[in-house]
């Protein structure tokens, strides 16, 4: 897989300014070392024993952190950072991190927050410039949502944001934002270069999904994880107290299943997890509702769990894209809250439907600790970055490093969950759901009723 890619990170220049932050280039002296250019993560971490073959540039990543050798002159920086897209906890715990980065260890005292994502550049908006220092940003990771305000849409409108880049005299703009935003970016910057300008674009993925490509962890998916479970933990106290309980809840996953089958890996309370990745049919002696009334005859309550790209190749009746450039989604939510209780009624069958969509309020929250941190060092690794004037980079994580990813690879694909893999193994592990719930010739092989194991 990875010898079709290209990891190599474009620079602006070479750095020849010895950078302000004061390191160490030798190991054993209880002072931090600078990370240089010869530094790499492999993107497969697994090896055979054995004769090896040589580490080729593109099986492994450039590694992130500070630089002995930096491209600008701090003092004449003028730093953007712009939030874009839908919300997602950890955005105000980024901002902060960067601005503090630039500010103490680099001495860049020129930052700007661009108001409501991409639109903020635009002149018939007439949305004013947020001055950014580290007392606007102490606090802000105390908070959900955005300081900066977001916005979907905007991005195409390349030449007018090149040209605010230009009038604004940026140096360097860091980008908060999905998919959707880093393909922005990237456009942004081959327009930058067109121009023959110096502007170093350093992206910030930002998908609660979590279904960036290579990146091992997305800022704010364990957030989202954690007040999902909280969520079904609610849904499965209303089913159990109730006669023939079902909670029926929806969770964020467009096209991938991630959140979902953490939430029930997590939660140990959820009997059937319905993602986008692994096909399933409603009706049918092998189908969705079949099963699921087994599971009620047995145990007299269940839990569902849905993530929003679930079911949308039999529901969407028309191709629609939002601002964003997101494909437009059928609520599968509500879907399926209608034909559980039709298919239940047609039987006479008494139950007791809860349905919840905590969307915007997982969007919302602030940042988990453990989001925090990560929020953090994504923040530093990003400045650091953009003075050594990398560019086109998003930053991210891959088996537990930081890297330098080159935006072209990273938005090519979205990651998604395995039906193969082990995560997928283990969610049927904690679920009991058959394996696939499809009517075919093979069904039976599949699953059936008595692949639904009481508990």
């Known amino acids: 897989m990875s010898e079709a890619f290209d990891f190599t990170i474009e620079q602006l220049g070479k750095p020849g300014i010895p950078s302000p932050i004061t390191m160490s280039k030798i190991h054993g002296d209880f002072i931090a070392n600078y990370v240089t250019e010869e530094e790499y993560v492999r993107l497969n971490p697994r090896i055979s024993l054995g004769e090896q073959k040589p580490v080729e540039r593109s099986q492994v990543f450039e590694a992130a952190g500070p630089r002995e050798f930096i491209y600008f002159m701090p003092k004449h920086v003028h730093a953007g950072i712009v939030s874009c897209g839908g919300l ?31 639109k903020g550049f635009l002149p018939e908006y007439q949305f004013n410039i947020k001055e950014l220092t580290p007392d606007v940003v102490d606090d802000i990771h105390k908070i959900g949502g955005t300081v900066l305000g977001s916005a979907r849409g905007g991005g195409k409108e390349v030449s007018k944001i090149v040209d605010a880049i230009e009038q604004l005299n940026l140096n360097v703009l860091f980008t908060i934002g999905g998919d959707g935003t880093q393909k922005g970016s990237l456009e942004i910057a081959d327009e930058i270069v067109k121009r023959k300008l110096k502007v170093a674009m350093i992206g910030i993925p930002k998908t609660v999904d979590n279904d960036f490509q290579f990146i091992q962890k997305s800022f704010g998916f364990d957030t989202a994880v954690a007040k999902a479970v909280e969520v079904v933990t609610a849904a499965h106290m209303e089913a159990n107290s109730q006669i023939n309980g079902i909670g029926l809840v929806k969770v964020m996953g467009r096209d991938s299943g991630f959140i979902a089958t953490h939430t029930a890996l997590a939660s140990h309370e959820v009997n059937f997890v319905l993602i986008p990745e692994v096909p399933f049919e409603i009706d049918g002696p092998n189908g969705f509702l079949h099963h699921l009334e087994e599971r009620i005859r047995r145990r007299k309550h269940a839990v569902i769990l849905v993530a929003e790209g679930a079911l949308q190749d039999q529901l969407r009746r028309e191709v629609k894209q939002d601002a964003g450039g997101n494909l437009k ?23 007791n439907l809860k349905y919840i969509d905590p969307s915007y309020m997982i969007r919302s929250a602030p940042a988990e600790p453990s989001d925090s941190i990560y929020c953090e060092r994504l923040g530093n690794a990003a400045a650091h970055a953009a003075m050594a004037g990398k560019t086109k980079v998003l930053i991210g994580l891959v088996n537990n490093e930081f890297v330098h990813l080159p935006m072209r690879v990273a938005v090519s694909q979205r990651s998604k969950v395995d039906p193969e893999g082990n995560l997928w193994r283990d969610t049927l592990d904690a679920t009991h759901q058959p394996i696939l719930m499809v009517n075919n010739p093979m069904g039976n092989i599949f699953g059936t009723e008595d692949d639904l194991m009481d508990r």
């Open 329 to 351: 989604m059928v609520d599968v939510g509500t879907f399926l809250k209608d034909r559980i209780q039709e298919y239940f009624d047609a039987k006479e069958i008494e139950i």
């Open 88 to 118: 997602c906890p950890g955005i105000n715990d980024v901002i902060r991190a960067v601005v503090r980065c630039l500010w103490y260890r680099y001495g860049v005292r020129r930052i700007s927050g661009i108001r409501y994502g991409y």
